[in-house]
């Protein structure tokens, strides 16, 4: 094993630290686009969609993101709307948390604990992390499949406390 540098160590973990720092608190969604290598943008929860996401100093992360135009259910209880509505409101609607550790200053991994869709139970969800005044940009690492092609998503986040 290489030799360590403390110098260096001690800068990356202040660069991680600062980033920690900056997500702390909450964030509105303003938008979510997935865009596939020849340039096609998709807008996966439409162009009008809504969300929150919060990260605690405990080290807690919990998102909640929906379309803008998702109907209401025709019944009042959740418990008594037809399993189609309730399928039809689980496709424009996603949520995730669990623990969250910034792994470098451009990453922050998502360790899902919870989640509307259990398949991502267990599993991290990886960003990467940019900030512009108070504005957070979230996006996936590596192209993922979705909507019928290789795409890069990016979620755009506005400071609310």
Known sequence: MPPTDPAAEHADSRARDAVLMKLLGAWQLVAYTATSADGEVVHPLGTSPYGLILYTPEG????????GDRPHLG?????????DELAWAAT???AYGGPFEVVDPHTVEHHVTTSLFPNWIGRKQVRSVEFAGSFLRLGLTTPTRMWGAERTAELTWHRLV
């Open 60 to 67: 807690y992360m919990s998102a909640q993101l929906g379309s």
């Open 75 to 83: 019944a009042a209880r959740l418990e008594d709307a037809a399993a």
């Open 92 to 94: 424009g609607y996603v």
